[in-house]
């Protein structure tokens, strides 16, 4: 369903406010592609996790390749799979900050493997 960075941020913005975001975080939010990760947050389905920052609130938003999307609470960066796809969608914006964070995540204790915040490693 997803080819783009573009069309999956386009997608959101039409269809994001059903999520309970507001309308001015869908249309002027900051938007990041964290990439695609083989299994989201309470689901057994891989897909993409798009972040939205607007004046200091985040959401996270969980995206099936079907189009199917959902709140999210944390990142499964373990499940990062940008490391091992040459996709852009699965590598997300920031590929080589999200590579040390799966690593850290992999490697660390249980309460180490998710974070919310990418930059903070």
Do not use: C
């Not at 200091?56 to 940008?82: A, E, F, S």
Request: net charge positive; hydrophobic share 35%; aromatic share 10%.
């Amino acid at each position: 369903m997803f080819r783009t960075r573009q069309q999956l941020f386009d997608f959101v913005e039409r269809y994001g406010t059903s999520l309970g975001i507001p309308s001015n975080a869908v249309e002027g939010g900051q938007f990041e592609l964290l990439g695609g990760f083989s299994q989201l947050p309470a689901s057994n389905h891989s897909g993409y996790i798009l972040r939205i920052t607007r004046l200091k609130r985040m959401w996270l938003i969980g995206i099936r390749p079907t189009g199917k999307m959902n709140l999210i609470k944390d990142v499964p960066w373990r499940l990062w799979q940008g490391d091992v796809s040459k996709n852009p969608l699965y590598q997300g914006d920031r590929p080589e900050i999200y590579a040390r964070i799966k690593m850290v995540a992999s490697t660390g204790s249980s309460q180490n493997n998710i974070q919310k915040d990418p930059t903070s490693v």
